[in-house]
């Protein structure tokens, strides 16, 4: 692992994303991570990655992990969970990846607009603005409603604001309620 100490979770992304590639996952970071490369720098102590994986998946994922070194943790979901499990990996250092398997009502199409980033002489893939703020809508939360806001704002250039309401509206009302509330602000 290419950790050596906490406070370095994004190094341990790029060794989560060395197995995801062996192992053909396709996957996007979320969250804070995704966020910054957006252009809002927002403190975190892990990286969240959503996984496009069937179901069932995610649990055999775990073995290829466990060999790797990884501390693991696999989370089911409950039947009225938005969140179609979570495998949550660590290290001795106790810097964490969390890899979701999926979103519910989540556009399909979400990895043909994602981004690709260097980092570290690594390519990693970080959900496209859009679709990161369709996400923080739908969870709601003071902090995602936040995010979303910063994320919108700190647009270089426009938004593609058809599909920005299209991919919300997948969620649910209350998402697309609460985007509303993020463009008016």
Known sequence: MRTSRGGQSALLLLDVVEILRREKVD????????????????????????????????AKLEKPFKKAGFDTELRTAEANDPVAGMLVLGDDFGNHVELLGGLRNMDPEILSRSLEIKFRDETLRIVGREDFIAMKCFAGSPQDRF????????????????????????????AADRLEEVLAS
Not at 42 to 48: G, K, L
Not at 152 to 157: C, D, E, F, K, R
């Open 27 to 58: 996957y996007a970071v979320i969250g804070a991570f995704a966020l910054t490369v957006l252009g809002v720098v927002r403190a975190t102590v892990d990286v969240d990655a959503l996984l496009f994986v069937q179901p069932g998946r995610l």
């Open 147 to 174: 995010d979303a806001r910063s994320a919108y704002q700190a647009a270089p250039g426009p938004i593609d604001l058809d599909l920005l309401r299209a991919v919300t509206r997948r969620f649910g009302r209350e």
